[in-house]
């Protein structure tokens, strides 16, 4: 039985004044809330203080990013222990913002993987395919390849702190949400993929969530599907109504 993991990615949204205000409305709504992971990922500016405010309640702390380098000439970059000092616990690597706009690739989002787990951070690795790619009937191959790098040099032992997220690109802030259907197919090949790289035991642990276009409205069917194990939410995120609904339709399946 996999806890499903709820995760507001915030993107490039909030000073920290508004991000302290969100996240001391979701501390006090959602502090009974039981049987779901939830998480929040602010910029890095507002993560130290989010952080802290989040000290001592049922929500952690996740970065939108983690470079691969632990220090040194990287002008821009934040590193796997600098983001534990400043009370991250998980990490986002390889969003297809950063794909499409910031030259991550399937070599460079494995390092990050690997470099947020040395840290001790948790990996949320995110995968998922461009509408072009769909419609060539090249999704499955798509993230076939993103997760043969996502997850290179990793091995079983890590696999308690290892999530991937599923985000094709065309649902992400469009509206268009991926049907339950459509997401499971590819959740489930995932899943056997996840198989024959970590055996099936450890891999019916790992945790895979949908993002796109989720929403309270359609995130309790989504969350229905055999594989798919919680969500990873942009703009539904940025008001507590909508992430708090969000996170109890989760928890409620
Ligand atoms: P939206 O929920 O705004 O579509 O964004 C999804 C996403 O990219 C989360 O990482």
Partial sequence: MRTPFVVGNWKLNKTIAESLTLVTELKNQLSAVKGIQICVAPTFVSLPAVAKRL????????????????????????SGPMLVDAGATWAIVGHSERRQFFGDTSESVGKKARAALAAGLGAIVCVGESLAERDGGRTLAVVDDQLAGGLSGMDGTIVARLVIAYEPVWAI???????????????????????????????????????????????????????????????????????????KAARGT
């Fill in 173 to 247: 802030g469009t509206g268009r949400t991926a049907t339950p259907g459509q997401a499971q197919e590819v959740h489930a090949h995932i899943r056997k993929r996840l198989h024959e790289r970590f055996g099936a035991t450890l891999a019916d642990t790992i945790r895979i969530q949908y993002g796109g276009s989720v929403k309270s409205s359609n995130a309790e069917a989504l969350i229905a599907e055999p594989d798919i194990d919680g969500a990873l939410v942009g703009g539904a995120s940025l008001e507590a109504a909508d992430f708090i609904a969000i996170v």
């Fill in 55 to 78: 000290e001592g309640s049922n929500i952690g702390t996740c970065s939108q990013d983690c470079f691969w380098e632990t220090s040194g000439a990287w002008t821009g970059e934040v």
